[in-house]
């Protein structure tokens, strides 16, 4: 790697030398920094975020919600928000920084979106990464016959010093050597892919086997009993368990009319108490619709549209008064249309 690098931009060559699969495990992601990383390319702390993004699972909450067309710039700020105060800490330009330089490392976003990185404080010590190329050290200078220290005088022996025979600097290693440098990264590496391979395998049997749960549960009605009329259908429903009440929130739609539901255990049924229009109808041509729980009672829902951006917004559940809270979508932001 060249020397002047942006991160963001060495982190994409590690996805394209190692696999995009090592940023879902952290173990196997910090291996394969300080394997491949130049040292001094990331301090400490700012390589602790990396780490972190991908532990507490928020890289994996803004690849979910990118995937259904959330805005890149609200995903990053909201996941870097979240992300900090599970750092317990309200200082979150950080996080977003390290959401965003890993979002566009395993392809999500433009390098464009990337955030300004934080200037590190004087407490920040760059030494993250595989150790760097060595120079020689400066020739030392004669000191002279006495040396000045304070009030003090020392005497400095005249005598000539003895020198080690030289060596040569070491030379950086190639990328061959950077690959076999790091045994436990590899088997890392080696147990990703397994899993991987593993899961991918067995979500191609389950599809190719009927599932009339599933078709039954895609034209389900709405218990008009407790989430509306009898003609709405279910697009996506969420549990919710933080609180001593049980909650779901579901996305149902009655032709292009679309709400998000909150249901609430009454003696033992859900019972609805509070629904919100979302910002954008569900057309004919919407696919794909889900509602992702962030954590503290915050949502985001949302589809895509054949041919057409995607659709997505955020909200929350207020719980003391049972209410759902739409944030609604930016100024100026124009809903998909039918094709």
């Not at 760059?126 to 200078?141: N, W």
């Not at 979302?278 to 619709?289: F, G, H, I, R, W």
Request: proline share 9%.
């Amino acid at each position: 790697m060249l020397c002047g690098v942006a991160l963001h931009d060495e982190l994409a060559e590690l996805r394209a030398a190692v696999g995009v699969h090592v940023f879902d495990d952290p173990v196997a992601f910090r291996a394969a920094f300080d394997d491949f990383i130049p040292e001094g390319s990331a301090t400490t702390g700012e390589v602790s975020l990396l780490v972190g993004a991908i532990a507490t699972g928020a890289l994996q909450r803004v690849k979910e919600q990118l995937a259904l067309g959330a805005d890149p710039e609200m995903t990053i700020a909201a996941q870097g928000e979240q992300l900090a105060r599970d750092r317990g800490t309200s200082e979150s330009s950080g996080a977003r920084w390290a959401l965003s330089a890993l979002a566009h490392a395993v392809g999500a976003v433009p390098a464009d979106v990337v955030l300004t990185r934080p200037t590190p404080g004087p407490e920040s010590i760059p030494t993250a990464g595989r150790p760097a190329v060595a120079s020689p050290p400066p020739p030392a200078a004669d000191p002279g016959a006495t040396q000045q220290i304070g009030d003090a005088t020392r005497v400095v022996s005249q005598e000539p010093l003895a020198h080690p025979p030289s060596s040569p600097p070491p030379v950086a290693p190639s990328p061959q050597e950077r690959r076999s440098r790091n045994p436990l990264l590899i088997a890392a590496v080696i147990a990703v892919a397994v899993v991987a391979v593993t899961a991918a395998a067995l979500l191609f049997l389950r599809d190719d086997e009927p599932d009339d749960t599933a078709e039954d549960r895609s034209g389900e009605s709405v218990d008009s009993g407790s989430s509306g009329s009898a003609g709405e259908q279910v697009l996506a429903e969420e549990e919710i368990t933080e609180g001593e009440v049980p909650v779901q929130v579901q996305l149902v739609h009655d032709g292009t009319d679309t709400d998000l539901v909150l249901l609430v255990e009454r003696e033992g049924e859900l019972t609805e108490v509070d629904r919100e229009p979302t910002s954008c109808p569900y057309l004919e041509s919407s696919y794909d619709a889900g509602i992702d729980h962030q954590g503290d009672l915050e949502l985001f829902w949302g589809w895509s549209n054949l041919e057409q951006d995607s659709f997505g917004e955020y909200g929350r559940v207020v719980l003391e008064i049972e209410r759902l809270e739409v944030y609604g979508v930016e100024d100026g932001f124009v809903c998909p249309t039918e094709p």
